[in-house]
């Protein structure tokens, strides 16, 4: 069934910005068009999406710091479709470093573009949904919404946070017939860890915990290589925008499901040890 879809495809990461030309943004749109989908791509730089037009993907501005530039998002797709059958909550980035360097300033543009920005376009797009008694919103939350690493308190704090935030809003929603799904992709081949882990050595450098950090980022730059292709985690984003009754979580990409069995076995103090673990070579 064709399905009318909004995709926020912003990746922010501090002053460089990648929109819905690369990235698992870009591979969402991508594939939910060729399946037959109405796809609106949208992003601060809309220059950056021309190449999704061979695919037939619509393409809008759309800064989720701003509320002007939400609501006139939402409100074009309407006077132009009529209807927004999906949203695809997929703007965010990883601000890394410790809880005692980085500044607050950044802290609160962290949950800005990851939690604030998510959850007014779901206000934005309920109304419409509520009346036509149906629809879909799809949170692209991490494994990192379940596990948390050292130096990614506040990338963990805003992935946390949706997903508790989704878990409430599906129950709000589910008598008008809107489902609410939460996907936890694992290691995904992208620009975000390698920018993430250089900010936090940026952050980290010349301060009692640099030598921590730097055994931190040569430890997962080692999982890199193994890391899926962002098709992966769009067959999930696809499963669910075609079920007819979705999951409420989806799950996938490298270590994601092994990572998410040793959070619910261990205790708090044996995942600590794991993480730590890693850090003693």
Not at 213 to 242: D, H, Q
């Amino acid at each position: 069934r064709q399905r009318h879809l909004t995709i926020p495809c912003e990746m922010c990461i501090r002053d460089r910005i990648t929109g819905a030309s690369s990235g698992m943004g870009n591979v969402f749109a991508r594939e939910l068009a060729k399946e037959g989908h109405i796809v609106y791509g949208a992003a601060r730089r809309v220059e950056m999406l021309a190449g999704l037009h061979q695919y037939h993907v619509k393409t809008l501005p759309l800064d989720v710091t701003d509320d002007a530039s939400m609501q006139a998002c939402v409100s074009e797709i309407l006077q132009k479709e009529g209807r927004i059958d999906v949203l695809v909550n997929n703007a965010g980035y990883g601000s890394y470093g410790t809880v005692e360097e980085v500044p607050m300033e950044e802290a609160k543009r962290q949950m800005e573009v990851n939690v604030f920005g998510l959850a007014r376009m779901t206000q934005l797009v309920l109304p419409g949904m509520r009346q036509q008694k149906s629809g879909t919103i799809i949170n692209i939350s991490s494994i990192g919404g379940k596990i948390a690493t050292p130096f990614g308190a506040w990338y963990h704090a805003s992935k946390f946070a949706v997903e508790g935030m989704s878990d409430s809003l599906r129950t709000e929603v589910a008598p008008f017939g809107i489902d609410v799904v939460v996907i936890e992709p694992g290691g995904v081949k992208s620009e975000w860890s390698d920018i993430a882990y250089q900010n936090l050595l940026k952050t980290t450098a010349n301060t009692a915990y640099g030598e921590m950090a730097g055994k931190f980022k040569a430890a997962f730059e080692k999982t890199v290589p193994k890391n899926a292709e962002p098709e992966v985690i769009a067959t999930l984003v696809s499963r669910a925008v075609n079920a007819k009754r979705p999951k409420t979580r989806y799950v996938g990409g490298y270590l994601a499901k092994t990572v998410l069995f040793f959070r619910k076995w261990c205790s708090d103090r044996m995942m600590d040890r794991i993480l730590l673990s890693q850090l003693r070579n």
